[in-house]
């Protein structure tokens, strides 16, 4: 018994079609967003202080280890493809996360709001690319969803620790 390729099929003597290049480049960018979420993530629960304190810490530590597990499946994805390594392409000076300091002292509101925002940044990476990867990769696109869902999910729920009822 065979066990199916995980690769695309290609033969070894011909260059990686494009589309499969693409899909290289676009698990790049996701992997590299998920650890620079993941780095803040970690950042920002290391400084969190004020009301609510342990409860946002406890979600911002419950993000910061989704994004690092979600990262290390965008990896293995990555492997899988036979693609150069998303943790050594990644650096700092690319990030596409929106702008703040998450290791900077600063209120729970600011953090849960920076992180939040940071999130969302990243679930609109994929989705941009979601379908074009679902045309390559129906399995990637798959995992991808799932990734999405999860962090959706978390943001929702760390936004609702700073949210305040309206008055009636």
């Known amino acids: 018994m065979t066990i199916p390729s995980l690769t695309p099929h290609r033969a070894a003597d011909k260059a ?3 589309d499969v290049e693409r899909l290289h480049g676009h698990l790049q960018v996701i992997g590299q967003h998920l650890v620079d979420l993941h780095i803040h993530g970690r950042q920002a629960h290391n ?5 609510c304190r342990p409860e946002v810490q406890l979600w911002l530590g419950g993000i910061a280890q989704t994004a690092g597990a979600a990262s ?3 990896e293995e994805r990555v492997r899988t493809l036979d693609a150069p390594s998303v943790r050594r392409t990644t650096s ?3 990030m596409a996360i929106p702008p703040g300091l998450p290791g900077e002292e600063s209120s729970i509101a600011a953090k849960v709001d920076m992180i939040s925002r940071h999130i969302f940044a990243v679930v609109d990476t994929i ?5 074009r990867i679902g045309a390559v990769d129906v399995s990637t696109a798959d995992l991808l969803r799932a990734i999405t869902d999860t962090l959706e999910k978390q943001a929702w729920l760390l936004h609702s620790t700073t949210t305040k009822p309206k008055e009636a």
Do not use: H, K, N, Y
């Open 16 to 18: 990686p079609e494009p």
């Open 47 to 51: 400084v969190a202080f004020g009301v």
């Open 92 to 94: 700092t000076s690319t």
């Open 72 to 74: 290390a499946i965008v």
């Open 127 to 131: 989705r941009a690319v979601l379908d």
